[in-house]
């Protein structure tokens, strides 16, 4: 008996046999194909936008909601694939009512947190994984997750966003970290976000050490008044200067977050942190080399060291 047609289980084979014919014969060559393998599809865009569509209607229809809007990755335009790793933020702006009502009592953070999953909850009846974490509650799709994110307007600009695990409001501004980008990439005529895709591919090949969000701080830090005249160039002098900024501060470019690489919090921590910049610097160092001499194979092979299944094999 014929089984059942699976559309997911086909476009995974499918994506399976496109990296396996992912080839290059020169490093601008693969770093193109690097760039449009990190993409998400058109197919999966219009997935995310009609999904958190649905979801910022359930909250509008069970809270009072002053504002919704997306966030994140998403909204930066540095998501990368593939998409069912990928967590989709949605910021929802509610009344300050919610807030007097939860600060300092009815449960106080993780309570309001609560009440956003009771509501996706009478909506989502059949989705199994609708949690709450820290700072949002994260609705587990079968292709992505949701993120969704109570939030307040904030005294002086900004919003507020509950911590329950240290039952405490943080500050942030979502919407300043959208124009900063935005603002960046545009100087750098287009290829600050895809050189920023390229850093978190990297840090997908090395487990997913780093939060993302601090990896596109330090891009913003390390190539501010800085040409990005090639992608290899662009990710070495990335991993050069980011080995020594790594083990310091790096401030919320917004104003409001404080230091966004706070969870490297030990010696060995930042000890690792520096040691994996380091070799991703040497290995694009001797790519850079390998490239500069006409060995475009062994090039290849180096900064696929770097990027992983990301990066095209040499033919």
């Known amino acids: 008996m014929a089984g059942r047609f699976n559309l997911r289980s086909y476009l995974r084979s499918r994506e399976g046999i496109k990296k396996r014919i992912n080839m290059a014969t020169t490093v601008k060559q693969a770093f193109q194909k690097l760039k449009e393998n990190l993409e998400i599809t058109g197919l999966q865009e219009e997935t995310v936008s009609t999904r958190q569509k649905s979801v910022r209607e359930v909250l509008d229809a069970g809270l009072t909601v002053k504002e919704s809007f997306l966030t994140g990755s998403y909204s930066r335009s540095t998501m ?14 509610l009344d300050v009512s919610y807030y007097h009502h939860y600060n300092g009592r009815n449960g106080g953070q993780a309570g309001l947190l609560d009440l956003v999953k009771r509501t996706l909850r ?36 900004g919003f507020l966003i509950p911590n329950s695990i240290r039952q405490s409001w943080l500050s ?80 919320d470019p917004a104003g409001l977050g404080g230091d966004v690489g706070a969870y ?21 160092i001797k790519a850079e080399e390998y490239d500069s001499r006409g060995y475009a194979k062994d090039a290849i092979e180096m900064w696929g060291k770097v990027f992983g299944d990301y990066f095209p094999a040499y033919g």
């Open 80 to 93: 990368i694939a593939p998409l069912n790793d990928a967590d989709v933020d949605i910021f929802a702006v």
């Open 122 to 157: 009478k909506t989502y009846t059949k989705t199994p994984d609708i949690s709450r974490n820290g700072q949002a509650v994260t609705i587990r799709f079968d292709d992505f997750k949701v993120d969704v994110v109570p939030a307040f307007y904030r005294q002086g600009g």
């Open 172 to 251: 942030t501004d979502p919407k300043k970290h959208v124009e900063i980008m935005s603002q960046s990439n545009t100087k750098h005529n287009g290829d600050m976000v895809p050189l920023v895709k390229m850093i978190k591919g990297w840090n997908k090949n090395i487990g997913s050490f780093f939060m993302s969000f601090h990896l596109e701080v330090l891009a913003l830090s390390i190539l501010d008044n800085v040409t990005i005249s090639n992608f290899p160039s662009g990710v070495r002098y990335y991993f050069d200067k980011g080995k020594d900024l790594i083990n310091k501060q790096n401030p």
């Open 264 to 284: 490297l919090n030990t010696r060995e921590k930042i000890q690792e942190a520096v040691d994996k910049f380091q070799l991703a610097y040497e290995r694009s």
